[in-house]
């Protein structure tokens, strides 16, 4: 990623950053826990809020 796009994501972001691996970590960790052993057959957007 440039300099540039990284900077422009920032900006778009409604969390004023972009996206670490730590962020699908969490979710993948969850989903593989007892307390996400209910979600199935979902589509779920990891992007901070950028998904319209």
Do not use: I, K
Not at 10 to 15: D, F, H, I, K, L
Not at 40 to 51: A, C, E, I, K, T
């Amino acid at each position: 990623m440039t300099t540039e796009q990284l900077q422009a994501l920032t900006v778009a972001g409604p969390r004023g950053r972009v996206g670490q691996p730590r962020n699908t970590a969490a979710l993948v960790a969850f989903l593989c826990s007892a307390d996400g052993g209910w979600v199935n057959g979902q589509l779920l957007y990891s992007d901070g809020g950028l998904h319209a």
